[in-house]
């Protein structure tokens, strides 16, 4: 016979439902919203549910710099919101590197006037991973466009405008400096520095959640780019996919990847199998979902982020 409910859980559960969506409440109703971080500078969280970056533009005196391109459909959510905060055009969007949903949306730029600018890297990724586009078999966005109408419908456009390791928007009031630090997510990551607002635009580089996609990059050497990245004295911190933080943001995404590698580490010094270190990774989530600052980054999988330090230190690719 079933327990007939007990009217003292009702309380609980209202109160438990309240601090749950006290806590959800606020990553939540930043997103699709435009925030003001300083005077000119604005940062739009994406809806990763329809795989959107975040976004970020400043205003100068002639133009706007936006920061990522995003996806199609990402693109066409944030043009009218700029349009809101100024009158001045888009000249220039900024691929902080070239996977889709930073950059998929160059074409609408493009079409509104704007020069998709990046760091060479970011291009050099972009020949290897967009085969189709560069004259050989089908790549990245044509696997994409099977999935998204939004990419269907348009058209890759690659960045043209290109630094190798640094270059700057400076108006005379306002100064804005694109900046290479190191191999991170990808080979070409790049970084938005604002030195007078300590204001630091990340992209991937930088997630603040369990949004970290490492297919491309190098996890060692992620590690020490973000070490530089640290050393900017960055106030808030922008990242390419969840709310935006402080300084917090890049040591709490360092960290993370340092426990995880220490961790593997110490069994590929083991010795241990592929399999055997795969074994581990509920136990190992477990571990690290214990330390409060990287709680946030540990995936409901650990297999990727493992697989690829792993690798890193010589050893065979997972057991499927
Ligand atoms: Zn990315």
């Given at each position: 016979?079933?327990?007939?409910?007990?009217?003292?859980?009702?309380?609980?559960?209202?109160?438990?439902?309240?601090?749950?969506?006290?806590?959800?409440?606020?990553?939540?109703?930043?997103?699709?919203?435009?925030?003001?971080?300083?005077?000119?500078?604005?940062?739009?969280?994406?809806?990763?549910?329809?795989?959107?970056?975040?976004?970020?533009?400043?205003?100068?005196?002639?133009?706007?710099?936006?920061?990522?391109?995003?996806?199609?459909?990402?693109?066409?959510?944030?043009?009218?919101?700029?349009?809101?905060?100024?009158?001045?055009?888009?000249?220039?969007?900024?691929?902080t590197?070239?996977?889709?949903?930073?950059?998929?949306?160059?074409?609408?730029?493009?079409?509104?006037?704007?020069?998709?600018?990046?760091?060479?890297?970011?291009?050099?990724?972009?020949?290897?991973?967009?085969?189709?586009?560069?004259?050989?078999?089908?790549?990245?966005?044509?696997?994409?466009?099977?999935?998204?109408?939004?990419?269907?419908?348009?058209?890759?456009?690659?960045?043209?405008?290109?630094?190798?390791?640094e270059?700057?928007?400076?108006?005379?009031?306002?100064?804005?400096e694109l900046k290479w630090l190191g191999v991170a997510h990808?080979?070409?990551d790049g970084f938005v520095w604002?030195p007078?607002?300590k204001i630091f635009f990340t992209g991937d580089a930088c997630v603040n959640?369990?949004?970290?996609?490492?297919?491309?990059g190098?996890?060692?050497e992620w590690i020490k780019t973000l070490e530089a990245a640290k050393k900017l004295g960055a106030e808030k911190v922008v990242p390419g996919?969840?709310?935006?933080g402080g300084p917090e943001v890049l040591v709490d995404q360092q960290r993370?990847f340092?426990?995880?590698?220490?961790?593997?580490?110490?069994?590929?010094?083991?010795?241990?199998?592929?399999?055997?270190?795969?074994?581990?990774?509920?136990?190992?989530?477990?571990?690290?979902?214990?330390?409060?600052?990287?709680?946030?980054?540990?995936?409901?999988?650990?297999?990727?982020?493992?697989?690829?330090?792993?690798?890193?230190?010589?050893?065979?690719?997972?057991?499927?």
């Amino acid at each position: 016979m079933k327990t007939p409910p007990r009217f003292s859980s009702a309380p609980i559960t209202f109160a438990l439902a309240a601090l749950v969506s006290a806590v959800v409440a606020p990553l939540t109703a930043q997103i699709d919203t435009v925030q003001t971080i300083a005077p000119g500078v604005y940062f739009h969280q994406g809806d990763l549910r329809r795989g959107h970056s975040n976004n970020g533009w400043i205003v100068f005196a002639d133009y706007v710099l936006v920061i990522e391109a995003n996806f199609p459909s990402g693109a066409k959510v944030v043009m009218p919101k700029i349009k809101e905060t100024s009158d001045k055009p888009v000249r220039f969007a900024f691929n902080t590197h070239h996977h889709g949903d930073h950059a998929y949306g160059n074409q609408l730029w493009a079409d509104a006037g704007a020069t998709i600018v990046a760091n060479q890297g970011a291009l050099d990724e972009m020949k290897t991973a967009e085969t189709g586009f560069f004259g050989g078999s089908p790549g990245r966005w044509e696997g994409a466009a099977k999935n998204r109408p939004d990419v269907a419908e348009t058209k890759l456009k690659p960045p043209s405008l290109l630094f190798p390791r640094e270059m700057a928007f400076d108006d005379g009031q306002r100064r804005v400096e694109l900046k290479w630090l190191g191999v991170a997510h990808t080979k070409g990551d790049g970084f938005v520095w604002l030195p007078k607002e300590k204001i630091f635009f990340t992209g991937d580089a930088c997630v603040n959640g369990p949004h970290n996609f490492v297919g491309d990059g190098n996890i060692a050497e992620w590690i020490k780019t973000l070490e530089a990245a640290k050393k900017l004295g960055a106030e808030k911190v922008v990242p390419g996919h969840g709310p935006i933080g402080g300084p917090e943001v890049l040591v709490d995404q360092q960290r993370y990847f340092v426990e995880l590698q220490r961790r593997i580490k110490a069994l590929a010094d083991a010795k241990k199998s592929p399999a055997d270190v795969k074994a581990a990774l509920p136990a190992m989530a477990t571990e690290l979902k214990a330390i409060a600052n990287i709680a946030r980054f540990v995936p409901v999988s650990l297999a990727a982020h493992a697989e690829k330090i792993y690798v890193e230190l010589g050893g065979a690719p997972f057991p499927k």
